[in-house]
């Protein structure tokens, strides 16, 4: 591949995206509600459901909990134990993918139009009636610290766990939602149960469904998958202060290419700027045009396979954060021309024609994105993640035409700090060592 | 020329009348054509996949498909550095590329109305390719970098093409696609535009566009675009050397500090999808979703993680879609204080006792209804059934075979699975691997 697929990345900004689609906002008669695209061509349904919170409702002293509640709920509920849940689930040939986020709890559904009430019923088990079987969750618990060991030896998960814990100390987003080692043993059955209570409510449901269902037969169907549910979860964490300083921190590990990670405070999504900071950040390090780093540490230089920056609003925190990997001789030299673009651009702004090209960009490939149901469902969900109302589609691109240049150029000045910047290098870097600025 | 519509091709009820409309066409220069019609979004796929990829390289220039791949994005005779992906990202689109064993594939992903300028751009680079010396230079260190971050930083992809190139003692598909990094570093002009001239033509080329477009529009533009480009008479025969009778198992084990958790993998040669043949292959697919699909029904699952505490992890895989033999492999993770020895004796169990008593019938039929239900899901990603033909008629496969494979997967039974399953799992023709961090681990 010429470049990596930055999915995940991609995925925050498909909230912006528009289209022909037509969404219809339903209410069930319980109360939820939930946006819809009914579309029949193929006889299936989506259905992307979020819950805020996540795992940031881990208790104190109980980080891991809602990691490991969440990994159980496909194991076993009502009279099946994890084998015969799963037996059932195949049988149906309907996926059900439960996640979990910081922010938030994340199901995402396909069921069969020919055996939907089915799927759902069973997932409804899921979710009101998980077992959590003391040997289920042991051997989950067993699956979920091999994966902790594993990111113990990553450099990018050591990178990220660096940076996170260094920017927000104690607050969640200074740990890992996984937990660690000693947090997930000491995790009790009662501590899975308590954790399924809290997270798991009827007050933060979004839900995003496409495909071949009528607003009738989906409110009657989230009726029935959530009832049972406690109507409200607890209070959310506070707003995490971002610590770190601008400067370098080298972690010593014996691996050819250093990797790191870099950034600062962000904005937030309902900022009146965000329009030109998100315009900013495609030119400076958006993966969709010839970014700025991109141009700079790739071609001109070879430096690296990948650079990229992204946007990070979060619930509690909003973070400007870049990534790059090379060589441990050649690593100082690709941050300090990252540091460089950063001011350059910080100082002398973005041109006419870049913005031009990146409004360009912007707008002819939003309605691109919504092709496909499982697609279409994620952007409605995460649409109304961010408190977009549903004729914000209509009106996106607008704004983004609206955004001007001396308007960009202020928010560069005041968005990019390069001396703000922290990098967290793991590797064996030539020429770097921990620096505060 | 021809025109086929996929449900006239198959005659199964249920399936065919879910099949994607699919028409093709062959360009006088021998160019195919391949469209996929879904209207149900403004989008449009629009690939040009070459039946050349790194198993088709000379011997001692390993990554040069790869390494080409990158280059295409650089210049032409009328495109400036980087003004293809540029023109790309200015009408909204997205663009990229891919190399594999059996072939390289371009696409961009646009709004169906710029689908002529995409074909305009990439005609122009299949024949007008640009090189300096600067970008040869620069773009190598990229690859090398590329290299670093994929496989050099993860233990796992080291351990891969050690197994790799032991399992095949004569194929090309023993040798990295990315390439062996000494090879990789003395890649240059020369070997790259040799690879180009002789590969990249239309005659060895197929077109795929998908989305929302009509068959005979497509055709009009590619006529336009990429009829004009003359075949390329040299283009080579695809003959890689095959594999002599294998005869002696391998085994390995690779060490390295930056593996967390010790695990095993084995790969067996295996037989891949035939054009007309593909009753085997299918077959095979079975046999690894019984033997390590799901972690809770699958013979590995339930014996290693369920009715005893052997394995944090197993699973067990083969993709058929390859123009040579491939691979069936399964790997496992023992828990904490199983050896690898007890979990590879654990595993051998579990495929005598499979090989003893047969799949169950129960999960059979159960992965019958699976398999029908993921052609539904398939259709709602246009862009992945676009892969699916690529990826089939680049390895040696027809649209008539991709169309009737689903049918042939609802129609393997019980006895097809033993059967190939007595073929392949032959400890003769596999390589076991051990992947470790250090040695005291094996005296544990």
Do not use: C
């Not at chain 2, 961009?108 to 010396?133: C, F, I, S």
């Not at chain 2, 598909?173 to 003395?186: L, N």
């Not at chain 2, 089939?392 to 649209?399: I, K, R």
Request: hydrophobic share 45%; charged share 25%.
């Amino acid at each position: 591949m010429i470049r990596l697929a930055l999915a995940a990345l991609l995925a925050l900004w498909a909230t912006l995206a528009a289209a022909e689609v037509e969404i219809e906002e339903v209410t069930s008669p319980g109360g939820i509600d939930a946006w819809l695209v009914e579309t029949r061509e193929i006889p299936f349904v989506a259905l992307e459901v979020r819950i805020r919170g996540g795992a940031n409702l881990d208790l104190p002293g109980k980080r891991g909990a809602t990691n490991l509640m969440v990994a159980l709920l496909e194991e076993g509920a009502g009279d099946m134990d994890a084998q015969a849940f799963q037996t059932a689930r195949e049988a149906l040939a309907a996926s059900y993918d439960f996640d979990v986020y910081d922010d938030s709890f994340a199901l995402s559904v396909q069921a069969l139009t020919e055996n939907r009430d089915a799927a759902m019923a069973l997932l409804r088990q899921a979710l009101i009636e998980p077992r959590f079987d003391q040997d289920a969750i042991d051997r989950v618990r067993a699956q979920v610290i091999a994966g902790i060991r594993s990111e113990a030896n990553d450099p990018n998960d050591i990178a990220n766990a660096a940076f996170d814990a260094a920017a927000f100390g104690d607050h969640p987003y200074g740990s890992d939602l996984d937990g660690t080692i000693e947090s997930v043993t000491a995790l009790t059955r009662d501590d899975i149960v308590e954790a399924h209570a809290r997270v798991l409510t009827r007050d933060r449901i979004h839900v995003g469904a496409v495909g071949d269902i009528t607003a009738d037969e989906l409110g009657a169907l989230l009726d029935k998958l959530f009832a049972g549910l406690p109507a409200e979860g607890p209070t959310l964490p506070e707003r995490a202060e971002f610590a770190l300083q601008g400067g370098i921190s080298v972690i010593d590990y014996d691996t050819p290419q250093s990797v790191a990670l870099f950034g600062h405070t962000g904005m937030a999504r309902d900022d009146p700027d965000f329009f030109a900071a998100f315009i900013l950040n495609e030119i400076l390090g958006g993966s969709g045009l010839g970014s700025r780093l991109m141009t700079e540490v790739r071609e001109e230089r070879g430096l690296t396979y990948g650079v990229y920056s992204y946007l990070l609003p979060r619930d509690h925190a909003e973070l400007y954060l870049g990534s790059v990997a090379s060589a441990n001789d050649r690593i100082a030299e690709a941050i300090e021309v990252i540091r460089d673009e950063w001011r350059r651009l910080a100082e002398e702004g973005v041109t006419a024609e870049e913005l031009q090209d990146a409004k360009t960009f912007l707008t002819g490939a939003y309605p691109l994105r919504f092709d496909g149901n499982g697609r279409i469902a994620s952007i409605l969900v995460g649409m109304q993640m961010i408190d977009l109302p549903v004729d914000y589609i209509a009106t996106r691109n607008a704004n983004v035409e609206a955004v001007t240049l001396e308007e960009i150029n202020r928010v560069a000045a005041e968005l990019l700090r390069p001396d703000a910047l922290h990098f967290t290098v793991v590797g064996k870097p030539e020429g770097l060592e921990t620096t505060t600025n | 020329m021809h025109r086929l519509f996929a449900a006239l091709a198959l005659s199964l009820a249920p399936l065919a009348a879910l099949a994607e409309e699919v028409t093709t066409y062959t360009l006088e220069n021998g160019m195919e054509v391949v469209v996929i019609e879904d209207n149900r979004a403004p989008v449009v796929v629009h690939m040009v996949w070459y039946k050349s990829g790194a198993a088709d390289e000379p011997a001692g220039v390993s990554g040069i498909a790869h390494y080409l791949e990158h280059l295409m994005f650089k210049q032409t005779e009328t495109l400036g550095p980087g003004e293809f992906s540029e023109t790309v990202a200015a009408n909204g689109g997205t663009d990229n590329a891919f190399t594999s064993y059996d072939y390289t594939a371009y696409f961009q992903r646009v709004a169906a109305d710029r689908l002529g300028l995409m074909m305009q751009m990439e005609a122009d680079r299949m024949n007008n390719l640009v090189l300096t010396e600067e970008d040869i230079v620069t773009e190598r260190d990229v690859i090398l970098e590329e290299r670093n971050q994929r496989v050099e930083n993860e233990p796992g992809a080291l351990a891969r093409e050690q197994l790799r190139a032991a399992q095949f003692l004569n194929h090309r598909y023993g040798v990295p696609i990315i390439g062996w990094r000494h090879e990789m570093e003395t890649l240059g002009m020369e070997e790259a535009l040799a690879f180009y001239d002789l590969h990249y033509a239309p005659n060895n080329a197929i077109l795929i566009v998908a989305g929302d477009v009509a068959p005979e529009e497509v055709l009009d533009l590619a006529r336009e675009h990429y009829g004009p480009i003359p075949a390329e008479p040299n283009v080579p025969e695809r003959f890689r050397a095959q594999e002599p009778p294998q005869t002696a198992e391998r085994r390995l084990v690779y060490e390295d500090p930056r593996v967390s958790q010790p695990y095993l993998t084995r790969s067996y040669l295996a037989p891949e999808r035939d054009a007309g043949a593909q009753e085997k292959a299918a077959a095979l697919v079975y046999l690894a979703e019984l033997l390590g699909g799901s972690n809770f029904t699958s013979e590995f699952g339930r014996a290693l993680q369920f009715e005893s505490d052997i394995a944090v992890w197993s699973s067990a895989f083969y993709g058929g879609v390859s123009l040579d033999d491939t691979t069936f492999g399964m790997v496992v993770v023992p828990s904490e204080g199983v050896s690898l020895d007890d979990a590879e004796a654990a595993m051998d169990r579990v495929i005598a006792d499979f090989m003893a008593n047969g799949p169950d019938p129960d999960q059979m039929e159960s992965l019958r209804t699976q398999l029908r239900a993921s052609e539904i899901y398939a259709r709602d990603n246009v862009q992945g059934l676009a892969r699916r033909y690529g990826a089939a008629l680049t390895s040696g496969l027809t649209v008539e075979d991709v169309q009737a494979w689903p049918d042939i997967l609802q129609a393997v039974t019980a006895e097809d699975v033993l059967a190939a399953a007595e073929e392949v799992l032959d400890k003769r023709r596999s390589v076991t691997s051990w992947v470790i961090p250090n040695q005291e681990v094996l005296s544990q």
